[in-house]
């Protein structure tokens, strides 16, 4: 066993000095202890720190539609940013591993800031099968993958369903948003939601429409609370 622990390590050193990691947002080679980003781009992440704020902009955004009990962004989303560059590595370059570590990253922040045992399940915002399965993998559930492991609760990925699939978000204006996701989502399975603290997550946030239309579908199941987090959000 130890002679194939030696072998591994060595393998994977040689790997990395034949085929080295480059940091997502800067391109740097990244050293033995980096994963994704490297220390520069991690540290110099665009944190909102939402969380410090009960009353931030996301919150005062979205609880005019449903009672709230937190919400919060964890980056700030500029066109060509480092934040942008991770959210396409997630999405379209089958990186689901970064979802993963910015939702561990974070949960990590919130417990050490006082929202320990604030939530009991984390539902992400769900993917229509087809996008699913030509995609591989839902990048909201990665995200909350990650958040769930940070915050020491569990992810119910298939907490929401997408009844029907609808075309891209990115270029419709204010109200065609509103309507492109009217009706389109269903609870799983009630039991998860029915006197539970909620917290449901997304990828990015831009008029609220989908993350509106998936609380009012969460909302009436009477869970205890409802919250929400995205990895991102617009530059305010």
């Known amino acids: ?26 391109n740097q080679i990244l050293v033995e202890s980096e994963e ?6 991690r540290f110099e992440l665009p944190e909102t720190n939402d969380f410090k704020d009960k009353n931030n902009d996301l919150y005062q ?18 066109k060509l940013g480092k934040t942008q560059k991770i959210l396409h590595a997630l ?9 993963e570590m910015l939702g561990r990253w974070y949960g990590n922040i919130l417990i050490s800031n006082g929202f320990e045992n604030q939530f009991d399940v984390v539902i992400p915002v769900p993917l229509h099968p087809k996008k699913l399965k ?18 020491h609760i569990y992810q119910e990925e298939n907490g929401l369903i997408r009844q029907k699939n609808t075309v891209t978000q990115t270029k419709k204006k204010r109200m065609e948003r ?59």
């Not at 799983?188 to 579908?217: F, P, R």
């Open 1 to 26: 066993m130890k002679n194939n622990s030696i072998i591994t390590l060595f393998l994977n050193d040689f790997l990395s000095l034949i085929f080295p990691q480059h940091c997502l947002t800067c």
């Open 36 to 41: 994704q980003l490297c220390t520069n781009c």
């Open 61 to 78: 955004k979205l609880s005019v539609y449903f009672p709230l009990q937190f919400a919060s962004s964890y980056l700030v989303f500029t």
């Open 91 to 99: 999405k379209y370059y089958n990186n689901p591993e970064i979802g």
């Open 134 to 151: 030509l995609r591989g993998y839902n990048q909201s559930a990665a995200f909350g993958k990650g958040l769930a492991s940070g915050l």
């Open 178 to 236: 509103w309507d492109n996701v009217s009706d389109i989502f269903e609870v799983g399975n009630k039991d998860i939601i029915y006197q539970k603290k909620v917290l449901l997550v997304d990828d990015v946030i831009t008029t609220g429409a989908t993350i509106g239309e998936c609380l009012k579908v969460l909302h009436q199941h009477q869970p205890e609370s409802l919250s929400v987090i995205t990895i991102a959000t617009p530059s305010r």
